[in-house]
């Protein structure tokens, strides 16, 4: 039963925009994937906020070398819960305490960017929106709520950097009945400044998440190069066969 109320509030509250998607999703900027200075500190970010409850447990710290850090720098600065670079992405947080404090263990983050894939945008763009979207709700548990992720159990970690905002929201005509009326968003009231501004913030935020993006699949970048490089061979090769086609049949009628 508790499922099923929960399912109807998100319905509810999607319902708002128009689409059971949920609310636009914004576009992630995708030049930060090959970015290494933005890379580095997604990472810096990942192992300070979010790793003290989320696991990665499919990513050891060393493949970071890739992000152009030695294993030195690794070890000094981003292993804070391993003792050799050579280990996996671990935490302490036993996963029934996770369920008890937050009514759902946190899950690991090793392919989140790729799980959050829709119709609506990438999982980067889902995680890019929903970093940029808590607000304050004093009805919750943890205080917070989320735009993309209605009612859900993860307070706003990075709350320092953005400072608190409040959603406001209003009453408007249903589209589909103009007797009736929905609740809308209408944007956000800023309560508190945080340490960053909003494009800082807005940076940082897609710092994580091309770090995220890159930690689903660390070959990405090189397989999108290798597979540019094929399809030039391909065009290449096609038009020279085309030619000795065309010069081995020329005198046969």
């Given at each position: 039963m508790k499922k099923i109320l929960a399912c109807l509030l998100a319905a509810l509250t999607f319902s708002a925009w128009g689409s059971e998607a949920g609310p636009p999703l914004d576009r992630f900027p995708k030049q930060r994937l090959t970015d290494l200075a933005a890379l580095q500190n997604g990472a810096k970010l990942f192992v300070n906020y979010c790793l003290n409850c989320h696991a990665a447990a499919s990513m050891r710290y060393n493949r970071m070398t890739e992000l152009g850090l030695t294993e030195d720098q690794i070890k000094k600065n981003l292993v804070f819960a391993a003792e050799k670079v050579g280990e996996t992405m671990k935490v302490s947080l036993d996963p029934k305490q996770g369920k008890d404090w937050f009514g759902?263990?946190?899950?690991?983050?090793?392919?989140?960017?790729r799980s959050r894939a829709s119709g609506g945008g990438s999982g980067a763009d889902y995680l890019y929106t929903y970093m940029r979207t808590?607000?304050?709700d004093d009805t919750k548990a943890t205080g917070w709520n989320n735009l993309v992720f209605p009612s859900v159990a993860m307070p706003?970690?990075?709350w320092e950097l953005q400072g608190q905002q409040r959603a406001v929201f209003v009453e408007a005509p249903d589209p589909h009945d103009p007797k009736k009326t929905v609740h809308m968003f209408n944007g956000f009231e800023t309560l508190t400044k945080g340490t960053l501004d909003k494009a800082a913030y807005d940076g940082a935020v897609a710092d994580l998440v091309a770090y995220l993006q890159w930690m689903g699949e660390p070959a990405q970048n090189q397989r999108i190069r290798i597979g540019v490089w094929v399809l030039v061979f391909l065009a290449v090769f096609t038009v020279i066969a085309w030619r000795l086609n065309a010069a081995f049949w020329k005198d046969i009628k």
């Open positions: 759902a263990a946190p899950p690991d983050l090793s392919v989140i960017a808590f607000y304050r706003h970690v990075l």
